[in-house]
């Protein structure tokens, strides 16, 4: 049974929460990023300040509808000229494979692609994380290019439009 969530803007609060997923190796495993030493929550609140003052950004927090609890992120980055960077994570290990990642790729891009209007979302997923591949391509994301480790994938607004809209038919 699929577990209900909603995006709100990620908060300085949050880091309360999420320093502990930085310290989880499980949790990093299939992203770019890999902690070098154990991040505190002093850490973790600074980075957060940080990357909350970006207005080229829009991060939001993936919480379950039932009680508000914060499981994880998505985000677009690098926001310029009609593309963004797509990354997503859920956090606590207890929630993978509960379509929540669906979900907060689906309510995402709605954002990109309708308030934001952008022409084109990338993203980057490892080889071997074939969950997130299947959830992209069922979104209509397209290989663009390989690296050794890494797909760079991409989805196109007209090529997601027209699924979307393939969809309400």
């Known amino acids: 049974m699929k577990t209900p969530i909603f995006l709100r803007p990620l908060a300085f609060s949050d880091a309360s929460v999420s320093f502990h997923w930085r310290n989880n190796v499980d949790v990093w495993k299939?992203?770019?990023y890999t902690p070098s030493v154990q991040v505190t929550r002093e850490i973790e609140e600074e980075w957060m300040h940080k990357v909350l003052s970006r207005t080229d950004e829009r991060r939001c927090a993936i919480c379950l509808s039932e009680n508000g609890r914060y499981i994880g992120n998505v985000q677009l980055i690098k926001i310029n000229k009609g593309e963004a960077e797509?990354?997503?994570f859920i956090g606590e290990p207890a929630f993978w494979g509960m379509g929540i990642g669906r979900q907060a790729t689906a309510i995402m891009l709605n954002i990109a692609f309708g308030e934001l209007e952008l022409e084109r979302v990338l993203l980057q997923?490892?080889?071997?994380?074939?969950?997130?591949i299947n959830i992209y391509s069922s979104f209509g994301f397209e290989h663009q290019a390989e690296?050794?480790?890494?797909?760079?994938?991409q989805l196109a607004r007209?090529?997601?439009l027209q699924q979307h809209l393939a969809h309400l038919l």
Do not use: G, S
């Open 30 to 32: 299939f992203t770019n």
């Open 86 to 88: 797509f990354h997503l």
């Open 125 to 132: 997923v490892y080889k071997d994380n074939q969950a997130a």
């Open 147 to 153: 690296e050794p480790e890494r797909i760079v994938m």
């Open 158 to 160: 007209e090529a997601y």
